[in-house]
Structures are given as structure tokens and as C-alpha cells.
């Protein structure tokens, strides 16, 4: 099947330092990347929707200026959490979009990204 | 977005069937019925999914109802690494997903 992968796994940072976060798919080219963010016993909330080439979309309540997103290229998005505060601390997760044979767009998943915020 | 409906917990015992139900009253012509299933720290996993006819993978079968608003996942065989939390979505092709509380399935030997 195909893979998601994010770099790094784990960070951890000082409270006003900046951090990427890159999501790669490996085997298949993605135009679609997603950005969930998930806190300590909660759900996946969508953060925002990156296509190649444009500019994100990013969902109510996420500020567009702390949370960067670029992607540059078909298999690679980036999202940097910039002047980061703890309360930023929380499991971030990209998912790319492949296109099946039977054309349904299947969402793959990355392993996550677990922020923490001194 | 159509909402879906699913118990909080369930709990099985290893090797026996599961039946995970979901209800989703207000699901719309276009819309695929998602599973994935989260283990703890890792990111989600697709399970399945359907449309109007059940299906079968080698993970699970998901049982669609005639009228759509509902449907169940089954894990023929559960062993203790099906123990995640499942989340049942509704989604156009090519959307992002909602994830709702899902269902945390808890497995004892």
C-alpha cells in the first residue's frame, strides 16, 4: 500500500522557537495534503488543506500566519508551527490523497508528529 | 458534513467476532461510508470502505444497510492488536475526513 511518512516523529522546543514539519508520500504522488491536529484524548480536527502549487486552505479557528504550510512539490508538504507556545503542544498528522484504479481517492495516513512545547 | 453515530467502547474477547455498529440517519447519495482505526500515538489506518454494497478486505467486512443509515464493521477473528479506537466517516471521494469520538474497542485474552 501506499506510504506516508513525517519527519521528525518527536520534537521538542522552547516556547517562541519555530518548527517544520514535513510529510512525505513515498510511493505516489499526491496533489492533496491534509493537516489534522489531535490533543490528548480528543479526535483529529482538521487544521487545513494543502494542494500543490496554491495556497492552503486553512479550517475556522486556525490561524494561517502561526501555522505555514507549503507545498512545493507532489510529494512533499510542510507545515511550520512558528513562535510556538505550549499550548501548540499536541500530535499533528498529515494524510496525502491517492488515486485508486477504481478512481476513489483514498486518504493515507502519516505516523504523526508529537509536539511539545516547554 | 453528515454526523455518524457510534457506542464510545465496546469490548470482545480475542478470537471471537466483532460487530462495530454505526448509524448515520442523514448520510447523502454521494457520500462513502470510511473506517479507520487509530492505535495509541500512531496515525489513523484505513480499515475499508463502501458505498452502497458490503464489502469485504482482508482486514474487515463492512455490512451496509439497504437504506444507508447504517452500517457495521466486522473483524471476523479479533486478536489484541485490533484493540484501537474505530472511527466510522462520512465522506465524499477526495475530502477530507471528520473524525467523530469513534468507537474504542478494547480486546481481552
Known amino acids: 500500500g501506499a506510504v506516508v511518512s513525517q519527519h521528525p516523529s518527536r520534537v521538542i522546543c522552547k516556547s517562541g522557537t519555530s518548527v517544520k514539519i514535513e510529510c512525505r508520500s513515498l510511493?505516489?504522488?499526491?496533489?492533496?495534503m491534509f493537516w489534522y491536529r489531535q490533543f490528548p484524548k480528543q479526535s483529529l480536527m482538521l487544521m487545513a488543506t494543502?494542494?500543490?502549487?496554491?495556497?492552503?486552505?486553512?479550517e475556522q479557528g486556525v490561524e494561517k500566519d502561526k501555522f505555514l504550510i507549503n507545498h512545493a512539490s507532489l510529494t512533499l508538504s510542510t507545515l511550520t508551527v512558528t513562535s510556538a507556545h505550549p499550548e501548540d503542544s499536541s500530535f499533528y498528522i498529515c494524510s496525502a490523497l491517492g488515486l485508486l484504479a477504481s478512481s476513489y481517492n483514498e486518504q493515507f495516513f502519516g505516523p504523526g508528529t508529537r509536539l511539545t512545547v516547554l | 458534513d453528515a454526523k455518524t453515530t457510534q457506542p464510545n467502547s465496546m469490548e470482545s474477547n480475542e478470537e471471537e467476532p466483532v460487530h462495530l455498529p454505526c448509524n448515520h440517519s442523514?448520510?447523502?447519495?454521494?457520500?462513502?461510508i470510511h473506517w479507520y482505526r487509530q492505535l495509541p500515538s500512531q496515525g489513523p489506518e484505513y480499515v475499508i470502505h463502501?458505498?452502497?454494497s458490503n464489502v469485504n478486505n482482508r482486514m474487515a467486512s463492512l455490512a451496509i444497510a439497504e437504506d444507508r443509515k447504517s452500517s457495521t464493521l466486522i473483524l471476523h477473528r479479533a486478536t489484541l492488536r485490533d484493540a484501537a479506537v474505530y472511527y466510522c466517516i462520512l465522506s465524499n471521494s477526495g475530502y477530507a475526513l471528520n473524525f467523530g469520538k469513534g468507537t474504542s474497542l478494547l480486546v481481552t485474552p
Open positions: 494543502s494542494n500543490e502549487g496554491s495556497k492552503a486552505t486553512y
Open positions: 463502501g458505498l452502497t
Open positions: 442523514t448520510i447523502s447519495g454521494t457520500d462513502y
Open positions: 510511493d505516489f504522488q499526491a496533489t492533496t
